[in-house]
């Protein structure tokens, strides 16, 4: 069978997507596509952004290849599922200009599978693939029969039918991933990098899935939650490929990357930087200094906000003080070029005091950002707080509420997102 996978031409125009805007390379595809050429598929992958083509020109090359079935990502590569544009209008413009050429068509994504009535009628796809994409991508090609085919959803006269739930990969036993030449060459973006050596071509690599904790703000619910940790000889294989192709820069996408010795010892040996996010009061100084010669020049450390007060309100679990907090991050930047406390904005925190610790790190090389605005995702805590369960007009919800609850945004998004109706004005149904 033909199955071709498109990762369509991102465009950002008055969203409020505070995600990277470069191209990034997309990993479920990649690992859809390693399993479904396993079972001895023919496979075309196309990516918007790394391979400049524009959705007309993914529409006609999917097209020229007459496939049986065509799947299409919601968001910006597996890193942005949990801060994906809300909007559904960039798949929707892809798929509207491959009018029918492409078979069966499958969207995957955040929101289907938190949302799947929804996602189904704006995109008028076949079916949406609820929670973690790769593995029932690769059962739907084995499968005539879809309606049999869990974790995924339908519609049958205008009503759901076939949810099943969202589903988690195995993920532990995945292929290293291969990727043209081709893409690599053009990836020459170093995610979350800021210091001056930067050298070889970028790319993105998954050494786990998932997060033990369940952080408030935190997008995860409905895919990318239990902690897995993958197959160590898998990673290696596949930055040693990486390497080979002249990459020199590797982001680690994990949720969060705890400390792996056997990992980090790995990569001490390799002629390749990297960078991470993780929570930084689960390293010990001794590792963080390992973490720096194992190649570590980036670090976005999920602190989110610099009170105590603050991150009980984010359900962070953390035992750490926010003095002992600094202290770390502060020892992390003797041994790392860029580190980052990642805020949020919370309600709890007092400014002055929010401003005094910023300073503090500030002026001991550690960049803390101002408080970013917290958008409630369906997928995450905040919006079950809220309002319940995830229902058809979730998005919408969250959208309206995020707008009329701030005034100004992060300095990475639009000045002022329009409205979710007039972003997905060209859906097939809003």
């Known amino acids: 069978m033909k199955v071709a996978l498109v990762n369509p031409f991102w465009t950002y125009e008055d969203s409020i997507y ?50 049986a079935v065509t799947v299409v990502s919601t968001a910006p590569t597996y890193l942005f599922w949990r801060c994906a ?9 892809f798929l509207n200009r491959l009018a029918g050429r ?18 189904l009628r704006k995109l008028g796809v ?11 991508v690769a059962e739907l090609a084995r499968s005539d029969d879809w309606s049999a085919v869990p974790h995924t959803a339908r519609l049958d006269q205008g009503t ?56 408030s703000f935190c997008a995860k619910i409905d895919f990318r939650d239990t902690y897995r940790r993958r197959n160590h000889d898998a990673i290696i294989a596949e930055i040693d490929r990486l390497i080979g192709q002249g990459v020199g820069y590797i982001y680690f996408i994990d949720e969060i990357f705890l400390p792996q010795k056997a990992l980090l010892e790995a990569l001490v040996d ?18 963080l200094e390992l973490l720096g010669a194992a190649g570590c020049v980036s670090i976005e450390a999920g602190l989110e906000s610099l009170t105590v007060e603050g991150r009980a309100m984010l359900a962070k679990r953390c ?89 100004t945004f992060s300095d990475i998004q639009e000045k002022r997102p329009r409205a979710l109706a007039e972003l997905e004005a060209t859906c097939c149904s809003h």
């Open 126 to 136: 076949d079916v949406v693939v609820r929670g973690e994409c790769e593995e029932i």
């Open 270 to 287: 390799r002629d390749v930087k990297f960078g991470v996010q993780t929570r930084i009061d689960l390293w010990k100084p001794e590792l």
């Open 102 to 119: 492409g078979g069966r068509t499958v969207a995957v994504g955040p929101h289907g599978s938190a949302t799947p009535a929804p996602t």
């Open 160 to 215: 759901l039918v076939g949810d099943g739930g969202v589903h988690a990969s195995s993920f532990v036993d995945h292929p290293p991933l291969s990727w043209p030449s081709d893409w690599i060459a053009a990836h020459s973006h170093h995610h979350h990098r800021f210091d001056d050596d930067q050298l070889g071509f970028g790319a993105e690599v998954e050494a786990s899935r998932g997060c033990p904790y369940n952080c």
């Open 319 to 407: 035992r750490l003080g926010t003095e002992e907090l600094a202290a770390l991050l502060v020892n992390a930047r003797r041994h790392v070029p860029f580190v980052q406390a990642n805020l949020i904005g919370v309600v709890e925190d007092d400014p002055a005091l929010v401003d005094h610790w910023r300073k503090h790190l500030i002026d001991r090389g550690v960049w803390a950002n101002e408080p970013v605005p917290l958008y409630p995702y369906p997928s995450s805590p905040s919006y079950r707080e809220l309002w319940g369960e995830p229902d058809d007009l979730a998005w919408e919800r969250a959208h309206e509420h995020y707008l009329a609850s701030f005034q």
């Open 85 to 93: 544009p809300p909007e559904l209008r960039v798949p929707a413009d």
């Open 18 to 67: 505070f995600g990277c805007r470069q191209p990034h390379l997309p990993l479920e595809l990649g690992y859809s596509k390693a399993l479904l050429e396993a079972d001895g598929h023919q496979v075309l992958m196309l990516d918007g952004q790394i391979q400049n083509l524009d959705n007309a020109a993914l529409a006609d090359r999917v097209a020229a290849f007459a496939p």
